[in-house]
């Protein structure tokens, strides 16, 4: 008769304690990261913080009417929820495109993308939660960028989202 009990259970069982799900109370982000004037960013799961391995998330709060410097996020894949306000996306090589998002909406950037992300509210504060594909966050600042004045604007158009 074979014995069903694992002798490393108990192992598991004491590590799972401590190190299995992890809640992150809203209250005690860390806000030791990259800060740009204008946006209040917080991490929440990083490798530091709980051991995350693949993924950072974390929050970021952009007062009326700032936006971020061009920029990409390396090789890692992000993405943003709009919790509160009003997110304007620009991207593409010389920001030739332009996106909004509003509270549930969620936004995808690919890898290398150069992308701005812009408060287009001027009287409310935007609110969203960020998730990225490696434990720590890359940000790669573009300076020697040429932005077109009036970007084309980009609707997400597939067979269930007609365009306007």
């Given at each position: 008769m074979g014995n069903?009990?694992?002798p490393h259970q108990h192992d598991h069982h004491e590590r799972w304690k401590h190190d299995g799900?992890?809640?992150?109370?809203?209250?005690?982000?860390?806000?030791?990261?990259?800060?740009?004037?204008?946006?209040?960013?917080q991490a929440a799961i990083n490798h530091a913080r709980v051991g995350a391995q693949k993924i950072w998330a974390g929050t970021v709060a952009i007062a009326p009417n700032?936006?971020?410097?061009?920029h990409h996020h390396g090789e890692l894949e992000s993405v943003i929820y709009v919790v509160r306000g009003r997110a304007r996306l620009r991207w593409g090589e010389r920001l030739e495109y332009v996106a909004e998002a509003e509270p549930g909406d969620f936004i995808y950037v690919p890898p290398f993308v150069p992308h701005q992300e812009i408060n287009a509210d001027p009287d409310q504060e935007l609110e969203c939660v960020l998730v990225r594909s490696d434990n720590e966050a890359v940000v790669v600042n573009i300076t020697d960028v040429d932005p077109v004045e009036a970007p084309e604007e980009v609707y997400w158009v597939d067979p269930i989202h007609k365009a306007p």
């Open positions: 069903d009990h694992d799900v992890r809640v992150i109370k809203g209250n005690q982000l860390d806000d030791n990261t990259a800060q740009t004037p204008g946006m209040y960013r700032a936006k971020t410097g061009v």
